[in-house]
């Protein structure tokens, strides 16, 4: 039986649909929890208060996170992180942007849900569970026998190309790119937003405004109580 392809909208949720990072958020917890040590905020530190002080960048502050959490979720339980990941939901699953909140609203209707994230599976399938969406791309941390982190992420090289996830997706899901939506926040959307039908690039950073004033997507800012297009 011939399946007919379904119209899809594509999000990445850090800073795009949260309005935060989760894995910042996480990363918090784990270490208000006593599962990762305190001495875990030294990697990153420095970097959050360069951004802080307008000195360095977001992406240079996330990176360290990244590192952070890389190297002590090994040893981990999968449950134990579970557990912290579906606390913090009843707490931040609200903490959106109100523009992507009313566009998912408006579309779950009729547009397949996708969600493509560079956090970790554990905390972006909670949060998108509570959104609605059906299909969820994010980093996944490679488990042991015992059900405890190795700290390795599987498929890493695809999962950071988001161009081929989408693709990966649209074969799998039987999508179609016809009236497609993709909606990204910094550069590491720029492949997956040149794909869609209508791109926009909401809240972006240099990169992400640049590549959309020369290709004429929509750009969108939220900024207090507005939401305004340039």
């Not at 004033?213 to 207090?224: G, L, T």
Request: with cysteine.
């Amino acid at each position: 039986m011939r399946v007919n392809p379904k119209k899809f909208a594509v999000f990445d949720i850090d800073g795009t649909i949260f309005r935060s990072s989760l894995l910042v958020e996480l990363t918090r917890e784990l270490i208000e929890d006593g599962i990762f040590p305190i001495t875990v905020e030294r990697v990153y530190i420095e970097e959050l208060q360069r951004w802080m002080d307008r000195r360095g960048s977001y992406g240079e502050y996330i990176n360290k996170v990244v590192e952070a959490y890389r190297s002590n979720i090994r040893g981990v339980f999968l449950d134990d992180v579970l557990e912290v990941s579906e606390r913090m939901m009843i707490f931040h699953k609200n903490h959106v942007y109100r523009y992507t909140r009313d566009l998912i609203k408006k579309l779950k209707n009729n547009y397949f849900l996708l969600a493509i994230s560079h956090s970790p599976y554990h905390i972006v399938e909670p949060f998108c569970r509570e959104w609605g969406f059906q299909k969820v791309y994010a980093q996944i941390y490679e488990l042991d026998n015992a059900g405890k982190f190795t700290g390795v992420i599987e498929y890493e090289d695809l999962i950071t190309r988001k161009g081929k996830v989408l693709e990966r997706a649209i074969e799998k899901e039987k999508l179609t790119l016809a009236g497609s939506i993709g909606v990204g926040d910094t550069d590491s959307d720029i492949p997956m937003l040149r794909m869609v039908s209508r791109a926009i690039a909401f809240n972006p950073n240099k990169k992400l405004y640049q590549a959309a004033r020369k290709n004429r997507w929509e750009i969108i800012v939220e900024r207090k109580d507005m939401v305004y297009r340039i």
